[in-house]
C-alpha cells in the first residue's frame, strides 16, 4: 500500500530567454573614413522583481577604432552604456511567489553586430541574449511504500578473511622495480 507525502523545495518556477537590440550614434570631433573595429567588454548586469515583471538593469563598455583624415590616422571611441531592460517571466501556477530568487544569466554576450559612419556620427547596434530563472518554494507529491526492505545478513568467515588478506601482503615488495 502506497500513500502520498509533499515536500517543500526550491525548484526553478519560472525560465525564459529573450534576445535584446540596442542602437546607439556617437558623435565624434573627426569625421571617420573608416570602421576598423568594434569591441564589447566589461559585461554587468543584475535583476530584481518590480510588481509582476522582471527589471535588468546592466551595463557595458564599447571600444569603436576608426581611422579618419583619409586613413591617414587611428582613434579609438570609448563609451559605457547602460541599459535597464523589463521583462515578464511565466510562472507555474502552483509556485509561493513570496520568496524568489531572481537568476540572471547571459546566454550571449553583448557584441557588435552592425556599425556605419553617418558624417561625424557613428551609429553601432549591440546585441545580447539574456536567460532569466525564477527559482521559488514549491510543493511535490510523492508516493512512498511503508514496507521495510529487507536486511541482509553479514556473514564473516575470519579464516577466508586471514587467506585473503596473505595472498595479498607482498613481503618483498622494497625490492620491487618502479616504473
Given amino acids: 500500500m502506497s500513500n502520498y507525502k509533499e515536500i517543500v523545495t ?3 518556477i519560472g ?3 529573450k534576445t535584446f537590440t ?14 576598423l573595429g568594434c569591441w564589447v567588454i566589461n559585461h554587468t548586469f543584475r535583476g530584481e522583481q518590480q510588481n509582476n515583471s522582471i527589471v535588468i538593469n546592466g ?11 583619409d586613413d591617414t590616422k587611428t582613434e579609438v571611441l570609448k563609451e559605457t552604456n547602460t541599459y535597464k531592460e523589463v521583462v515578464n517571466v511565466r510562472r507555474r501556477e502552483d509556485s509561493d511567489s ?20 553617418d ?7 549591440i546585441e545580447k541574449e539574456l536567460g532569466i530563472e525564477l527559482v521559488g518554494d514549491l510543493k511535490v507529491k510523492i508516493a ?15 579464516e577466508k578473511a586471514e587467506k585473503e588478506i596473505e595472498q595479498e601482503v607482498k613481503e618483498d615488495f622494497i625490492n620491487e622495480d618502479v616504473i
Avoid: F, H, M
Wanted: glycine share 2%.
Fill in 119 to 125: 558624417d561625424n556620427k557613428i551609429v553601432y547596434t
Fill in 59 to 69: 551595463s557595458y563598455d564599447v571600444n569603436i577604432w576608426y581611422s579618419y583624415d
Fill in 98 to 117: 513570496d520568496n524568489e530568487e531572481i537568476i540572471v544569466r547571459s546566454l550571449k554576450q553583448p557584441s557588435c553586430v552592425k556599425v556605419d559612419i
Fill in 15 to 17: 525560465k525564459g530567454k
Fill in 22 to 35: 540596442t542602437t546607439n550614434e556617437k558623435l565624434v570631433d573627426k569625421k571617420p573614413s573608416t570602421i
Fill in 144 to 158: 512512498i511504500n511503508e514496507e521495510e526492505d529487507p536486511w541482509d545478513e553479514i556473514v564473516e568467515d575470519p
Fill in 10 to 12: 526550491k525548484a526553478v
